[in-house]
C-alpha cells in the first residue's frame, strides 16, 4: 500500500514492513505497481515461508528482483496505467453500485410477507391465525464457544462460527475461527445442511439475523452467539426463514432484546418463543415460502455475476501491472496493447526458488524503449 498523502503520527504492527525508495532511482508509485506483477509475486510467493501462517523476511525482500526503466519511462508507464486504471475504476463503481441490487432482492425475499405480518393486530387472511414463534419451534439449541485461535481454520481443522456467518443474508462457512488440536466440542453442536441459525448476540441492528445453510463443510460448530431453530412436523421452512427477517419480526426481536449497549444485544429463547408470529396454513406456507426462495436465487446469481465480474477485475489489473513491467505500456495512449488484450498475454508465473533462474530477469524494456527513445534501461536489484 502505497501512502500518498502526510497522515497522523500512526504505528504500524511487526507483521507489516516500511519500504522507502530511493528517489533518484524509482519512482514510489511505479514500484506500488511493479509490485502487483506476476513476477514479483511469483517470488514473493516463492520466498515467503509456508506453515499455517506465511511470511517474509527482510533478507527475502532484498533479493527481489525485477526489471527498471529510467525515471523519465516511469513516469510515463504510470501515465499510461492511470488512464487504464480510470476506467476500471468506473467499471468497479457500476460493480458495486449492481451489489446494492443484490440487497434489494434480499429485502424483497424478506418483504414477501411482510403484508401479512406488519403489526400483532391487524387482521390475517382467511385460515390464518395469531400466535408465538415457540408455537412452531419444536427446539432451540444453543452452542459453546472454546477458546480459539486469532484466524480462520484450514479445511482440515474444527472451527467455531462466528456471528458474521449468519448476519449478511447468507451462512458464510468461511466467518470463523479455528478450534485447537484437543479441544472438545459436542457433536451435537457440529452445522449441517438444512439448519436454520439465528444470531442471539450481536449489534442491535444484527441481533436476530436469521439463515438457512444450504451447505457446510464438516467440523463446524456453533458459538454461544448462535442458536439453532428446529421447527416442529408441518412447517415450511422456506417460509419460516424469511418470515423471521421480516421487518415486523427483526424489530420484535430488537425491541425484546437485552443488553446496555447497542454494540451488543442479546435476545433470550424466552424472548425469542414469546414473539406474536402470523401462523399460515401448510398450502400457504408453501406458496409464499416458493415465491420467497426465487427471490433468493435471483439474488444469489446477481451475487454471483458481481463477484464473478470483481474477480476479473482483479485479473485485469494484475494483467495491467505485468503490462507495465515488461514495457508493453508506453503512453496513456498507446494503442499497442489494446485493453481487451491485455487478459491475454499474461507472463508465466517465475519461481524464485532457484537462484540462477530468480537472476534470469526478462526485460522487454530494452527493445521496447530503444524503439521509441533508444535510451538503454538499467537493471538493478531492489534496494531499500
Known amino acids: 500500500m502505497l501512502i500518498k498523502e502526510e497522515t497522523q503520527l500512526l504505528n504500524f504492527p511487526s507483521t507489516m514492513t516500511r519500504v522507502r525508495v530511493r528517489p533518484t532511482l524509482m519512482h514510489p508509485a511505479y514500484l506500488e505497481q511493479l509490485w502487483q506483477s506476476?513476477?514479483?509475486?511469483?517470488?514473493?510467493?516463492?520466498?515467503?515461508?509456508?506453515?499455517?501462517?506465511?511470511?517474509?523476511?527482510?533478507?527475502?525482500?532484498?533479493?527481489?528482483?525485477?526489471?527498471?526503466p529510467p525515471l523519465a519511462q516511469q513516469e510515463?508507464?504510470?501515465?499510461?496505467?492511470?488512464?487504464?486504471?480510470?476506467?476500471?475504476?468506473?467499471?468497479?463503481?457500476?460493480?458495486?453500485?449492481?451489489?446494492?441490487?443484490?440487497?434489494?432482492?434480499?429485502?424483497?425475499?424478506?418483504?414477501?410477507?411482510?403484508?401479512?405480518?406488519d403489526a400483532a393486530a391487524q387482521m390475517l387472511p382467511h385460515g390464518w391465525r395469531w400466535g408465538n414463534l415457540g408455537e412452531f419451534i419444536k427446539q432451540i439449541e444453543a452452542g459453546h464457544s472454546p477458546q480459539c485461535l486469532e484466524r480462520?481454520?484450514?479445511?482440515?481443522?474444527?472451527?467455531?462460527?462466528?456471528?458474521?456467518?449468519?448476519?449478511r443474508g447468507r451462512f458464510l462457512e468461511g466467518e470463523?475461527?479455528?478450534?485447537?488440536?484437543?479441544?472438545?466440542?459436542?457433536e451435537q453442536h457440529e452445522i449441517k445442511?438444512?439448519?436454520?441459525?439465528?444470531?442471539r448476540a450481536n449489534s442491535l441492528d444484527h441481533v436476530g439475523a436469521?439463515?438457512?445453510?444450504?451447505?457446510?463443510?464438516?467440523?463446524?460448530?456453533?458459538?454461544?452467539?448462535?442458536?439453532?431453530?428446529?421447527?416442529?412436523?408441518?412447517?415450511?421452512?422456506?417460509?419460516?426463514?424469511?418470515?423471521?427477517?421480516?421487518?415486523?419480526?427483526?424489530?420484535?426481536?430488537?425491541?425484546?432484546?437485552?443488553?446496555?449497549?447497542?454494540?451488543?444485544?442479546?435476545?433470550?429463547?424466552?424472548?425469542?418463543?414469546?414473539?406474536?408470529?402470523?401462523?399460515?396454513?401448510?398450502?400457504d406456507q408453501v406458496r409464499l415460502g416458493r415465491q420467497a426462495i426465487q427471490f433468493r436465487r435471483a439474488a444469489d446469481q446477481l451475487h454471483l455475476r458481481v463477484q464473478k465480474a470483481l474477480e476479473?477485475?482483479?485479473?485485469?489489473?494484475?494483467?495491467?501491472?505485468?503490462?507495465?513491467?515488461a514495457g508493453r505500456i508506453t503512453s496513456p495512449d498507446s494503442s499497442s496493447l489494446p485493453q481487451e488484450e491485455i487478459a491475454l498475454h499474461l507472463p508465466p508465473q517465475t519461481s524464485a526458488g532457484n537462484d540462477s533462474t530468480a537472476r534470469q530477469v526478462h526485460t522487454p524494456w530494452?527493445?521496447?524503449?530503444?524503439?521509441?527513445?533508444?535510451?538503454?534501461?538499467?537493471?538493478l536489484e531492489f534496494e531499500l
Not at 233 to 261: C, F, K, M, Q
Open 176 to 186: 470463523n475461527k479455528a478450534v485447537p488440536a484437543g479441544t472438545l466440542l459436542k
Open 366 to 379: 530494452m527493445a521496447a524503449h530503444q524503439q521509441s527513445q533508444n535510451v538503454v534501461p538499467v537493471q
Open 210 to 283: 436469521t439463515v438457512h445453510v444450504t451447505e457446510c463443510r464438516p467440523g463446524l460448530y456453533l458459538s454461544d452467539k448462535s442458536l439453532r431453530l428446529v421447527p416442529k412436523t408441518g412447517i415450511d421452512h422456506r417460509w419460516l426463514v424469511p418470515l423471521l427477517a421480516t421487518p415486523y419480526v427483526r424489530a420484535e426481536i430488537a425491541r425484546r432484546s437485552n443488553g446496555t449497549l447497542s454494540s451488543m444485544r442479546n435476545i433470550t429463547q424466552t424472548n425469542l418463543q414469546d414473539i406474536p408470529i402470523p401462523i399460515a396454513p401448510l398450502h
Open 152 to 167: 480462520a481454520a484450514e479445511s482440515d481443522e474444527r472451527a467455531v462460527i462466528k456471528t458474521s456467518a449468519i448476519t
Open 38 to 68: 506476476s513476477y514479483v509475486r511469483g517470488q514473493i510467493k516463492a520466498a515467503a515461508r509456508s506453515g499455517r501462517t506465511h511470511s517474509l523476511t527482510i533478507k527475502a525482500l532484498l533479493n527481489i528482483r525485477f526489471s527498471m
Open 76 to 117: 510515463r508507464v504510470l501515465a499510461a496505467l492511470r488512464a487504464r486504471l480510470k476506467r476500471l475504476d468506473h467499471a468497479e463503481a457500476a460493480l458495486r453500485r449492481a451489489s446494492l441490487g443484490v440487497t434489494e432482492l434480499h429485502d424483497a425475499a424478506h418483504h414477501v410477507l411482510t403484508a401479512h405480518c
Open 193 to 199: 445442511a438444512g439448519d436454520i441459525l439465528l444470531c
Open 312 to 325: 476479473s477485475s482483479a485479473l485485469l489489473r494484475r494483467a495491467l501491472a505485468d503490462a507495465a513491467s
